[in-house]
């Protein structure tokens, strides 16, 4: 029940054909969704530059391309993360211009090319191992319409490194750090900028790293106060919620 | 906005005052709460034999004071767990009727004597220190309207004194059982029983009980099928549930 | 020795076959099923409508197929639960009515079709990948005689794809909520029903989730009073928790 | 050494009194501070409506106070956040203008009241006991010059409250969740709005809680995408963040 | 209804009194405990050398001393661990003769002297500060008729201390070994004798201790194959373990 | 230098060929192992009974063929735990003696058949999961010259299996309980008898099983005092711990 | 039994009062300490400016007084570690010269000036709260002969202050860093340097810094290869492992 | 922008090309790693003795073998660390003279046999488990250019066996110890030598063991002053702490 039939309804009731107590019963029996927060979904459809998303990991080649072929009606991009390249050579059998990020392992179809984002985002790594992750952020605020740079090895250890990129770190209006092992990147950045930073702890390491435990525990306890975190291993997150600031 | 607003409102569309596009408009912005689950709501007011709680802990006496006595005024029970004599002595100032039960932490208002729950609730405690659990359990399921009957001191390491009460086991309709330290007793009475057992663990124990997670481990695991937990020290909650389910 | 045995000795000292002493020293060893509790057990074997169940993983095919089959010829209904197509060939043929529900992991043998739940139990899960635990326990309540409606994909964010099942919910007896990563369903699901709900979280999601802890922890810290806990993606124990709830 | 220092030493070397072979020494001995970053360093001070901040827990009443009235006198707006009444009165002292906001637990200094954000800030709790965090982040917020709405008690197990406040969450350009227990409050929220929310566990709760692991671990499994999380309690994080991200 | 009552029952039966049918019915509904378990717990009240014991902490002095008193008119040795000299105070005005062992923080009383334990028990700390621990297990182990010799901080890091005592260690019938921080005197003292040992990890020790994990934890993995382990700080339990195996 | 060498020095100072000093000095230099504590090494070739042990996993099978055979030639009983039936073929090509028990995944060598225990074990297991953990721990103590009972899949949730083996249990000196997911019949078993409980918790379980952790928890808090620990499916180390008591 | 007493030996065997066979089997059973490593123990006493620690937590005044009054005796500088100013004036009554380092919450007793050490110890501190633990480095190095230089509040969201210091930094032998929250200024400082670093966590932080958790984690991952970590907030262990490194 | 780039523009300023005003800001605006520590990195090419270090583990076998070769060309020493056989297969192709040491899994290039360390070092293992992390250490110590000696299986359990190595121990200049389990060598040996002990915990075990999580604890709490820890199953990280220590 919709805009159009709550109309009708109320034209009955103008008409006389419908009593107000009856109107009143069958107001109070609508649907939910047809009301108020419904706006909101309904928008949802509609909204410009969000990608519709699939999480590939778990899912047979066959279903993901099935989902993936369903989104790419809409209209808009789509990206399917976490995709391995058998999922991919299914999907493309369905959606010829689907292509396959092998750094980030997800597939993107691009179907929109607005730029949607005000600013530039960073996205950093702190060693070659979290490449994937930051690959996965790079890859989702890119298809959310935001010009996107990559700065990637620029771990704490060798802090020079990190350094020599200011430039790139004072122009991004929102900053992605990607960091497993210690995890301690984001704090060394967010002392360095006057933007938000997203911070994205990975399962880099071994032993005492816990699969991202030792890096998320870091980054939450971050001393400097401008960086939020996201999931272990979370890059489309990470890409998801920068995308959402860099449009305000 | 309520049904009496509607009604109005509709009034107005048959009289032609109002239009039906700006009754739709109206409508679509009218508080939520004014429809469907709204009633939910609204008939919790008036909803039978549920107590009006409020948790104890961490308010100064005055402050439970104020809310007890508000509750109070709904002129149904009311009850506040985990509160202290002290609080108690405050709380008696202002609703003279209110009465401690020390053993459980409890102040409870007795305003309403129905016997809602349809059969006897069993509350066991393993050892002597689950017993301000238990007994938060036992008041609850009380003041809710149930039979309550209970069973202390029956651990899993002197198994005779529990096998020696199963006739009150047998014929009770639900079991509330709370254990600290290994929390093995619900797996056991889980066994003897064909009805919902409510596991309570306590945070009785020392060293590797870890504040009750011990136990409460344990009855996750429980190898008998009947066996639901809720958290550590919960005796309120479990209470609540074996309510609700005395009621059906 | 059963109660023919001991009627026998008990005619034998009437007879004074066998004296007074004689006859005490007798009972005093013998066995402990025989007595008391053993009814229950006893009953066990009688009881109406509890199936039998087996937890297939772990077993090899063989293994299962044989328990399974002898589990059949007590003529009651049999459930295997996390079972592999491979197991269900080998069960199959030794049990042909035995059939596969693939999204349950389980397999069933339906002997007895008497409805025991007095409502329903609505089964819902947060995402799609909750589906399988979810299942389990619509196996597990449908084999133990209830009528059951699963609600799928309805998580938290998108609370008005929950809401507009609310009049499902409301008709529920018995409510099970399958959730994985935040676990957040059962609080709202809690809020919005008058019954029992069960929840049972699910090993979905990755990193932070930790296999499940992350939505465990969350249900037993649930704001919602009437809300108790079973073991991570343990879909049969809150089949089998709701099924007795509504046999009551 | 800072640029008029470096200018006297090139002036030096133009006029021959300096080899450039000594002057390559010199500068490459130079202060890093002076060069580069240090820029961003030196606008920190002159920095538009960042606030001066100190940390009150662990302070002695007189240690805070000499801390509080040295960073007075740079002119901006002070904050000490987990401040206690007592070391309040020795603020106030030095500070007369300085005020205590109990429920925050925060002392401020306010020189000025400049408007640095472009939209409001919403800031929502969970239950009444989230409400001391919440509060850290509403002042934090305010401080720092935003406009900053509150909605408290809007938990997720009475989810028709916090619908009733769709129009105040439409309206907000970041949104900030503060939530014990189970923590599901963020993820409800986030699928409600298209804006960041900013997550703040709290440790609020007992038992399986574990002083706000609990609700910690369900944010960052948040199944909405746009919600990026802070450290448990850290209402002045979230506070900051949200700030940040509200300049832009 | 114990052994008279049951031949009186079936000279009743042999007298004609009462029908076979009747006396089966009677005898299914006697209570478990007078038969066959109701033997041991028989012997219980009877048992030779078993200390009365009751856990101290968390009772006022008034309940301990009502509890000791009690216990102390069985007959038989009375011990109450964990207890201060607070409650001593209250014990000795009801029980004269008992006696307060400060280091072990427990209450004694002795009115059986009886050797039950037919060898040695050695009982070690690693550090000074586990002699708390210890000295509860050397209570223990004393008060139920054990010949006990100390080795007091003998720690790992000093292994001459140890070797040096190997003479009465390996005159020893059943080794306790009390140490905290990492937990490692277990161990090497497993691979020195050829008998029991009991390991019982403390809570001494400060920040990776986790108030004695990390004991326990090394303990269950001790290379020597001859270890067992207790909870944390069970130095009751570990005496209690230990006269169990000394008087086989 | 062994005695003879020692010998041999001290006769050269008698002889006046070495002088007092110099044998000083050669004495302070010579092996630890040749004096004191060596004696316990040397006596442990020719001790009695004791198994030669090797732990199969993560070996090659020629590896632990090759180790298996060298054992087996100091004559006594071998013992190879962990062991794969790839292991065994390997093994018994060198040692045709040599048996594999599946149920243990155990190699064993019986050269010795001496009756080193005094008494009998008793080997218990909760469910049939836990038989693989129980058979390791029945083959060691068999291996190591004990009489050993074993009782399997008599959980607590069917508590009248278990008091049905009373007999057997009474008669036992060590009882061995080997239990998963819950953990919870050790304490059961502790109150039933009064010899030394040897508790083995196994990785049996699902979820919040934790792969034996919760297990674990639960028998280091067991309410009976009888109870001991050791590693999770360690059920060698109970074997061994319970033959060294056997043997006292 | 010392090296004078065997020489006794000796000569009574050159003598011919003892038989070398006499003389073997006294050797045999003389206490271990007299041989071999009690060399090493020996020295101890002996040993060139190592001090002697006691730790004063957990102790009494007058109890950590008699203690540190013996220890002053032995000649050497004597250092207590975790004492009060309650302590320190105990221990002054009985040895004037003692000195309180307060921040460091030491006492400290300087009777040996050597500098043992060969080069200089930095000892860095993230935030001022780590300065305690740091000062306990500090005031352990110093008391062990090292020349010690302290750079505090140098944490990495401030990275330009820990630059300005590179020249202390390159200078030092052995570098401590100190550091709580997310522990990730090890990292950088192990980057910058060519020497060992200590790294101390300190249980700095609140909520998900769990006592200091997150920083030992983030520590046991750091990037930089010469990083090595000691308990947390253990600033004495990291003071006595630099002061070893400084002697070699 | 190197020195040379430095002391060109300083000769155009001195000779009126450029203005001390441009030039300022250019050298503004030079890299950072032109500058002070910038020296540092350039000295990294340089360094003596540093070894080029790859992590193997997740590479492809030609993606390591041409980092491998690229390294190579740097004229030092390269190491590639957790390395399989196929890697090492694909690197050899490359980089003829490479060799691969099985037990470490590392392939090594020795272009530098210099002898850097100053004294021994001597690398313990307590099990034959714990040899390929230990192997790590002595490669990774080695082609830094140090005297390695191995010293393994010297477990706590049998300590003889590690005393009889007390000179080896004695003589080292840094000790390295490898234990998995309990982790206990560390503290046993760092009670016998009077060097720096560095830690390794190594993942052997099982159950309880929580691949290395009880070790490192162990560690951590080591009671032997002398100790410092790297992470779980870290041999690389230990022999590269080591080679700097005696390098000084």
Chains 1, 2, 3, 4, 5, 6, 7, 8 share one sequence.
Do not use: W
Request: hydrophobic letters at 45%.
């Amino acid at each position: 029940m919709n805009a159009q039939s709550i109309r009708k309804l109320l034209l009955a009731v103008r008409r006389g054909k419908v009593s107000p107590d009856e109107a009143v019963e069958r107001l109070r029996h609508l649907p939910f969704e047809d009301l108020g927060f419904a706006k909101v979904d309904h928008h949802r459809a509609l909204r410009a530059g969000m990608p519709e998303v699939v999480f590939g990991e778990g899912k047979s080649p066959r279903q993901l391309a099935e989902i993936f072929a369903r989104l790419a009606r809409h209209g808009g991009n789509v990206l399917a993360t976490r995709a391995s390249e058998e999922q991919f050579a299914a999907v493309q059998k369905k959606v010829a211009q689907a292509e396959y990020r092998s750094l980030a392992r997800a597939i993107v179809l691009r179907q929109d090319d607005t730029r949607y984002g005000k600013g530039k985002i960073a996205v950093l790594s702190a060693g070659t191992g979290d490449i994937p992750v930051a690959e996965e952020a790079v890859v989702t605020a890119a298809i959310m319409g935001n010009e996107v740079e990559h700065l990637y090895d620029v771990g704490v250890a060798g802090i020079h490194r990190l350094l020599a990129h200011r430039k790139a770190l004072v122009e991004a209006r929102v900053v992605i750090v990607c960091a497993g092992m210690e995890g301690a990147l984001p704090s060394v950045v967010g002392g360095l900028v006057r933007v938000p930073v997203i911070a994205v702890p990975t399962s880099v390491g071994y032993g005492a790293a816990f699969q991202g435990l030792a890096a998320l525990l870091g980054m939450l306890n971050s001393c400097a106060s401008n960086v939020s975190v996201v999931n272990i291993d979370n890059g489309f997150g990470a890409g998801y919620v920068a995308s959402m600031i860099n449009r305000l």
